[in-house]
């Protein structure tokens, strides 16, 4: 069975309902204001979803959901089918950095690709400082669409070669010049953005964090059940609002009969929705500090990511970047290398507690360490070594200690 997807309709007030296309990037036409622009949701005919769907046999790619995802035109990479990995105190770890280009970025750009090639867009538009940019351009290199990626002189060198190596135009531009460049691209040369083009507040794709509901889907149908708890690494909120939305309509198909508390883990550097949820606002901007965690440093919330902690009872929390290298080591010492933004949920999880969650609680992990800054900057001198001098490293009693020989 295909999509089901019947409508896209505003978070601000669901009645207000328009077409499923064209794909409305700009945020809701009816219920934003000069103050802040709300995102759209996707509907779907949820009476017609088959019975089966969730018993299907695991598989790469989100094909498997299809009928509760917008059409997926566009070719696949693989995207998806993640591990979920325990630690040794069993809390749960669902490592997206092994997707196609090693984030969870793949799950969204393989559905708004996919929206940008069904309603006739002549290419794709993105800012980004890694993952997304990275992502956005394998996923119209696949498309066979141009590619075009507003990046942060601050990125590092690994990823403008990763995003240049699928054929995309990378520029790097004043962050007050992007978004303007951004929509002439839309309106002038017909490409359409996978990223936020809107200034008041974050808006994003419609389509897109309907790929990321499939993270909760696979978290479910390998646990037996809906987690007790789960921390996401938060920037804008798509990826947040994605989870949560996912746990709500299995319960609401009968899948699981309970929904996870959802919590937002921010650096303590920025903490936008920590705001937004502190003040009862739909949205909060806050000025950004000195931070690693490039990735979650967003100046601005999203209303998403208020309507998924209010829907699920979770919170936002603040992370240092010292709690976030502390959950990183933790979990490169059980063979996980992730990006210091990808260990926030760890982090926020170490530092804060689980709330006396009754029942597994999971982390989401968003990226491999491949796209640290630090790991970019990292460099090792050759070293002139003798047998006995290795030998004494590796079997002397400082050997346990030795992490970069």
Not at 5 to 32: C, E, I, K, N, Y
Not at 256 to 277: C, F, H, K, N, Q
Not at 352 to 372: F, I, L, M, Q
Request: charged letters at 20%.
């Amino acid at each position: 069975m295909g999509s089901l997807a019947t409508a896209q309709r505003s978070l601000r007030d669901p009645a207000v309902r328009h077409p499923l296309w064209p794909p409305l990037t700009a945020g809701d036409p009816v219920t934003s204001t000069d103050a802040v622009a709300y995102p759209l949701d996707v509907d779907y005919a949820y009476d017609r979803v088959p019975d089966d769907l969730f018993g299907r046999p695991a598989a790469h790619g989100l094909e498997r959901w299809a009928p509760l995802l917008p059409p997926l035109a566009a070719p696949g990479l693989g995207e998806g089918d993640t591990p979920l990995v325990r630690l040794a105190d069993g809390v749960w770890i669902k490592d997206e950095s092994r997707n196609p280009t090693w984030s969870h970025k793949d799950r969204l750009n393989r559905v708004t690709v996919s929206a940008a090639v069904a309603s006739g867009a002549r290419g794709i538009v993105v800012s980004s400082s890694g993952n997304h940019g990275a992502s956005a351009a394998a996923y119209a290199a696949r498309a066979g669409l141009p590619c075009v990626v507003f990046t942060s002189p601050l990125a590092p060198p690994a990823v403008a070669s990763h995003v240049r190596a699928y054929g995309a135009t990378v520029l790097t531009v004043p962050q007050e010049s992007v978004r303007p460049f951004m929509r002439r691209i839309v309106d002038e040369l017909g490409y359409q953005p996978v990223s936020s083009v809107t200034d008041t507040a974050h808006t994003g794709h419609p389509f897109g964090p309907e790929g990321y509901k499939t993270i909760a889907y696979e978290i479910a149908l390998a646990l037996g059940r809906a987690p007790a708890a789960v921390h996401v690494p938060t920037g804008y909120g798509e990826l947040l609002y994605g989870v949560a939305k996912g746990f709500l309509e299995m319960a609401r198909l009968g899948v699981t009969d309970s929904v996870p508390r959802v919590y937002a883990a921010e650096p303590a550097a920025a903490g936008a929705l920590t705001e937004a949820m502190r003040s009862g606002a739909d949205t909060a901007r806050v000025p950004v500090g000195p931070t690693a965690a490039y990735a979650i440093d967003c100046e601005i919330s999203g209303y998403r990511g208020v309507v998924a902690l209010r829907e699920t009872g979770g919170t936002a929390r603040t992370v240092t970047d010292g709690q976030m290298a502390e959950a990183q080591a933790e979990l490169a010492a059980q063979g996980l290398w992730c990006e210091l933004s990808s260990a926030a949920g760890l982090a926020s999880l170490r530092a804060h507690g689980p709330a006396d969650e009754d029942g597994p609680v999971v982390c989401v992990v968003t990226s491999s360490g491949y796209k640290d800054t630090a790991t970019a900057r990292a460099t090792h001198a050759p070293m002139d070594l003798e047998w006995a001098e290795v030998k004494a490293l590796l079997t002397g009693p400082l050997a346990p200690e030795l992490r970069s020989c």
